[in-house]
């Protein structure tokens, strides 16, 4: 069980910044990682991912994304973050982010919602034109 804590989010104005911070904490041992990732979902939608990051570093951002939006972890704070610029209005929606304990070499980055079976709690973000 992974628990995620989510702050940050907002209201900006077309073509503001804001950034996304995801708190995990919960049950693992020496030989695993929190793999975790970003996810939008807009109403009546089912959640679609956004941006991730495997355990080599690498990440992995949904098309419409790319270039304006940046993930990082702090892996020895446990923490998860989700750097948006250049917000446009198409933006707005609710903003999870996912987890789950698993071995160090077993994080791919995967953007599929079903790989993450923890959830923060939500935050809106809301971009006006």
């Given amino acids: 069980q992974v628990r995620l804590v989510q702050s940050g989010g907002g209201s ?3 073509g503001g910044s804001l950034r996304l911070s995801c708190a995990a904490s919960g049950s693992r041992d020496s030989t695993s990682t929190f793999c975790m990732a970003w996810f939008r979902q807009d109403p009546g939608k089912e959640r679609m991912g956004i941006a991730s990051i495997d355990n080599r570093g690498r990440t992995n951002y949904a098309d419409f994304v790319k270039g304006r939006f940046s993930i990082s972890q702090d892996n020895a704070k446990n923490m998860l973050y989700l750097q948006m610029d250049a917000l446009k ?3 707005t929606a609710m903003y999870y982010c ?3 304990s698993v071995p160090y070499d077993y994080c791919s ?4 919602p079903g790989e993450y079976p923890n959830w923060g709690q939500g935050t809106q973000v809301t971009v006006s034109s």
Avoid: C, F
């Fill in 109 to 112: 980055g995967s953007l599929a």
């Fill in 12 to 14: 900006v104005q077309s």
């Fill in 89 to 91: 209005p198409d933006d």
């Fill in 98 to 100: 996912g987890a789950d």
